[in-house]
């Protein structure tokens, strides 16, 4: 019989694999058990959320997109990874620990489909994003109210119905008309969807599955730090 690992004989490098390996496969326990060893130990909330979770998400992105893993073990990884975010968001909050940005997601209205969507949400979580997901066949006005009430960095909408693809267009001039465009980023995903559409409706990205999401996701939030922070030097 295969011998118990004791995590706290482990030294800090090796617990962080450690961790990092049983979010790999999806062992929510096992993560579980080692985010509580880090944190007996003073680690900051922050330095687990992104030395160990948020490194252990980034493989499982990269695997996922180079066809290494699957939709079901993706799902996994992000249920241990979202097991894990309820010991520390609570201590984050507290710490005023740094949040990467915030997204707004959900199905547009009349599309009821939403496990492409919630795959995107837990790895946007796993990627130390505060996510708020408001779930299937939201309107304009449900969108707007979000992102107003959580002053989200991001708001991505999904769609896997043609049919349902035109009503990201109606949502984005909402925004437009709410004067919110400027201060939030649109990104929108989902089968039917490509580039082509997503410059049509003016968002900023479309993203073809979930680790480009999230790539994509923070390529456009530094993107904005950098320009937030040009403008502040010339003020």
Known sequence: MEEELDLTQLKNPELIEQIQDDLYDGLAEEVEEGVHELLSREMTPYDVLTQALVGGMDVVGKDFREGVLFVPE??????AMKASMTILRPLLVETNAPQVGTVVIGTVKGDIHDIGKNLVA????GAGFEVINLGINNDAESFLDAVRAHNADILSM???LTTTMPYMDVVINA???AGLREKVIVMVGGAPLNAAFAEEIEADAYCRDAAVAVETA???MKIRRDYAGQSNEQI
Not at 74 to 79: E, N
């Open 74 to 79: 993706v799902l996994m990884a992000a249920k």
């Open 122 to 125: 837990m790895m946007m979580e």
């Open 158 to 160: 999904s769609a896997l």
């Open 175 to 177: 925004v437009k008309q």
């Open 218 to 220: 923070k390529e456009l």
